[in-house]
Nanobody, 128 residues
Framework: QLQLVESGGGLVQPGGSLRLSCAAS????????IGWFRQAPGKEREGVSC????????NYADSVKGRFAISRDNAKNTVYLQMNSLKPDDTAVYYC?????????????????????WGQGTQVTVSS
């Protein structure tokens, strides 16, 4: 069974940091582009960041550029999202997602398509 599991969410004060993890089971992430998305209450799910299968290229939403960093460790079958300088507006459920893309040099960050596999999400709350 193909599964993605997010972890690392929690409550943090404004200006603080968190690192989210996305672990895969049932398949290897080597040939998959991975994206991080978030959904705040009453809002649509939006793209945050993505990374291509080889890890060379990444992409970020304007709202998180310079604050968030995505990385992957294919040996551990895990992708990470380091979030720094967190703001209350970053409060949301964060999801990781994957689509098969073994050779593309770009990844989709603004669209939920073509992601085929999704995790259940982890809550991030930024509040004092």
């Amino acid at each position: 069974q193909l599964q993605l599991v997010e972890s690392g969410g929690g409550l943090v004060q404004p200006g603080g940091s968190l690192r989210l993890s996305c672990a895969a089971s049932g398949f290897t992430l080597d040939d998959y582009a991975i994206g991080w998305f978030r959904q705040a209450p009453g809002k649509e799910r939006e793209g945050v960041s993505c990374i291509v299968s080889g890890g060379i290229n990444t992409n970020y939403a304007d709202s998180v550029k310079g604050r968030f960093a995505i990385s992957r460790d294919n040996a551990k079958n895990t992708v990470y999202l380091q979030m720094n300088s967190l703001k209350p507006d970053d409060t949301a459920v964060y999801y990781c997602a994957a689509y098969w893309s073994p050779i593309s040099a770009i990844c989709a960050v603004l669209s939920l398509n073509p992601y085929d596999y999704w995790g259940q999400g982890t809550q991030v709350t930024v509040s004092s």
